[in-house]
Structure formats: structure tokens, C-alpha cells
């Protein structure tokens, strides 16, 4: 299992797979890919948090592994707010 770092942009996509413990899909693309191409990811550990900071096209900082569905299981995230949004 070998960890990774990706930086992505939310495609406004997620979903709630369980309720207890809480798990969240959601569907991201990379920022320095020239091509579109869509990661599906899964997170349990920090879901709740990360299902509440997340906005339409937000940038986020990822650091996980892949499992055997090909899903990146989030370990890790940032969420990068914009500076409005801190300031309020």
C-alpha cells in the first residue's frame, strides 16, 4: 500500500455511503493534469469534517492510497479556503 499526495479540485459530486461511522464519495479531478480525469474517493476518518468545509470547486490537498476498487481512500486532507471566506 503506497501512499500519495494529490492536489485536486471537487467536481461538486459527493455522496453518503454510510451514516455510521460516517463515510463520503466524492469525486475529484486533478489541478496539473492537462486531461479530465476523474478520481473517486472514499474518506471515513474526518468525513463529517470535510463533508461540511466543502464548497462548489473547492481546491483540496489529498494524501492517501489507492484500494483494490481503484478508489482513493483519503487519510489526510486541506481544504483551501478562499481569504473572504476566512476574513468573515
Do not use: W
Amino acid at each position: 500500500m503506497q501512499s500519495e499526495n494529490l492536489t485536486v479540485k471537487y467536481l461538486n459530486k459527493s455522496k453518503i455511503i454510510k451514516l455510521d461511522p460516517f463515510m463520503l464519495y466524492l469525486q475529484v479531478t486533478p489541478l496539473k493534469s492537462a486531461e479530465a480525469v476523474t478520481i473517486n474517493c472514499i474518506i471515513v476518518k474526518h468525513a463529517l469534517t470535510l463533508f461540511y468545509q466543502l464548497k462548489p470547486d473547492t481546491q483540496l490537498a489529498l494524501y492517501g492510497h489507492y484500494n483494490a476498487r481503484h478508489q482513493f481512500v483519503i487519510t489526510k486532507f486541506m481544504v483551501r479556503a478562499a481569504v473572504q471566506t476566512l476574513a468573515s
